[in-house]
């Protein structure tokens, strides 16, 4: 019996985290207004372009950015190495949107950077001197490869360490130069790790809102934004979620193939470590230099805007709003890391313990909530509660006689429900590998002495997997912090948080007020951040 209550709520889970997904696609093949002929004779041919650029334009310089990196890290010794193998994941705590924001306000006409030639060079105006479009697609693309490459560098800087040295040491033998060494022997290797990088960079920027709303490149995000909110076409704008979601799962089923493909090129389990060589004088210098490039543009350049805004403008941390914005990013973050956090440890225990068939193949599928953007899940999200929500408020009215409003639309409840849906594939992957690491013979003296399923759990381990579960918070309490199409999508009337009051303050150009609460999720991913890179970059030879 006590099985059968343990498969059924890891059924439940499952079922609540992929209801979203499943919302979209009934909507999107039975809209109440069908405007998919409309949207494919004027928009979305625009958007689908503007999309599949900027996904083929980051997927391509995060996989040059990060593979690089990754190759003259391990492969190499250089000044400064031992602090850019670090400094190189520090983009990862900086959202995205924080860098366009940052970008804009260096480069535009009013910036440091046009200001100082106009005034070196005696320019009175723009009609004088030439300067690339700064709010243009192109620069998008600079501003999501330079956020997003750390995917790349992570995953092929671990996929680089795990291969055999000999194989490098043979390669020179014969001859091979520091070119021919990487085009011929670390490149094939290696290409497996590049690709699941750049999937995820090119999933990540397919889900993209706040750059290319800033720098007005129409997307297909911007699109659900434009049919939904302005359109007032729900139908719609579950047609062009739908449209993303098949264009993600592509690229998500790209990144697993290419990580299952990974593992036949691991070296054995004793060979001989990758050594690196060094780097003297000029050829240091210049690997240190090609390092440290992407971390200036892709962390020190918006932390160093927003903190100059910050710094000039200091009345702004006690700002009004401010105070609010955290305590609603706090508090739905935490709920969101908590409940998903929660499920996760319920679900994969449940489908351990009772070897469920049903919720065994459901707990892989969990993990699309994870490939689908925040606008997609918002819409997901959304429709069906605010149909649920009208019908329980009903419910309530007939028997009490009093209206109790919007309880679950009108509140924060939706956000934390599509941030345990975005995330929950981050929980379940810790706690997977948590479970995994706990010696069988524990449980199952326990369970021989008597102790029931749910006593196990609690009293062997959770305290086993403690510092697993922290991370998982963390990890998730992070993302929660920094999502903004699901937040803009889901929140109440005049509810704000970190996110939302960065977007709402930079959209109109009071870059100053927004800098405090830029500042504060910035510092928040840099937690995050330093627990992955404490978990990953490990002693090197």
């Not at 209550?5 to 992929?18: E, H, K, M, N, Q």
């Not at 130069?177 to 999937?199: E, K, T």
């Not at 004793?270 to 690196?276: C, G, N, T």
Request: with cysteine; proline share 5%; charged share 10%.
């Amino acid at each position: 019996m006590q099985g059968g209550l343990w498969s059924a709520g890891a059924v439940t889970i499952a079922a609540l985290v992929l209801a979203p997904i499943l919302a979209v696609v009934v909507m999107a093949f039975d809209p109440r207004e069908n405007i998919w002929p409309h949207l494919v004779a004027t928009t979305l041919p625009r958007y689908l372009s503007n999309t599949a650029i900027l996904a083929f334009g980051v997927g391509v310089f995060s996989a040059a950015i990060g593979a690089g990196a990754a190759w003259l890290v391990v492969m190499y010794r250089f000044v400064g190495r031992g602090a850019l193998e670090w400094l190189l994941l520090f983009p990862l705590a900086i959202p995205a949107y924080v860098g366009a924001y940052a970008l804009s306000d260096f480069l535009d006409y009013s910036g440091p950077v046009q200001t100082a030639l106009r005034t070196t060079f005696g320019w009175a105006s723009a009609r004088d001197y030439w300067f690339p479009e700064i709010r243009s697609r192109e620069a998008a693309v600079v501003v999501l490869s330079a956020a997003l490459y750390p995917y790349t560098y992570l995953i092929t800087r671990a996929a680089l360490r795990e291969q055999s040295g000999a194989s490098y040491e043979v390669a020179r033998a014969l001859g091979a130069g520091p070119v021919a060494l990487f085009w011929r022997v670390g490149l094939p290797l290696a290409r497996p790790a590049i690709a699941a990088g750049a999937a995820i960079a090119m999933m990540e920027t397919v889900a993209d809102y706040g750059v290319v709303a800033h720098f007005g490149v129409q997307t297909l995000t911007t699109g659900i934004f434009a049919t939904w909110l302005e359109g007032g076409n729900a139908g719609g704008a579950a047609q062009l979620a739908l449209l993303i979601l098949g264009i993600v799962f592509v690229l998500f089923a790209l990144e697993k193939t290419s990580r299952r493909k990974a593992r036949y090129y691991q070296s054995a389990r004793h060979s001989r470590p990758v050594m690196p060589v060094a780097l003297n004088g000029g050829a240091g210098w210049l690997a240190a230099a090609l390092c440290a490039l992407p971390v200036a543009l892709g962390f020190v350049l918006p932390v160093g805007v927003m903190a100059a805004h910050a710094l000039a403008n200091p009345e702004t941390w006690f700002g009004r709003g401010l105070g609010t914005a955290l305590w609603h990013t706090l508090s739905t973050g935490g709920a969101a890391a908590l409940l998903t956090v929660a499920m996760a440890l319920f679900m994969v225990y449940g489908v351990r313990m009772t070897g469920a068939g049903l919720a065994r193949r459901l707990l892989p599928l969990t993990t699309l909530g994870y490939a689908a953007p925040g606008a997609v899940l918002a819409v997901g999200v959304l429709i069906p509660l605010a149909y649920f929500d009208n019908a329980l408020a009903d419910a309530v009215l007939a028997v009490t006689g009093r209206d109790p409003g919007l309880l679950l639309t009108g509140t924060a409840v939706a956000i934390v429900l599509a941030y345990v849906v975005r995330f929950f594939a981050i929980a379940q992957g810790a706690v997977d590998a948590a479970f995994a690491r706990v010696p069988p013979s524990l449980p199952m003296a326990a369970r021989s002495l008597g102790r029931a399923k749910g006593n196990v759990l609690r009293e062997i381990y959770i305290p086993l997997m403690r510092g697993s579960i922290g991370s998982a918070l963390l990890l998730v309490f992070v993302d929660c912090v920094k999502e903004l199409p699901a937040t803009l999508l889901l929140r109440p009337f005049n509810y704000e948080t970190l996110a939302t009051r960065v977007q709402e303050k930079a959209s109109l150009e009071k870059l100053g007020e927004a800098s405090p609460a830029a500042l504060l999720v910035s510092a928040v991913g840099l937690a995050a951040v330093l627990v992955l890179a404490r978990a990953n970059l490990g002693k090197r030879p």
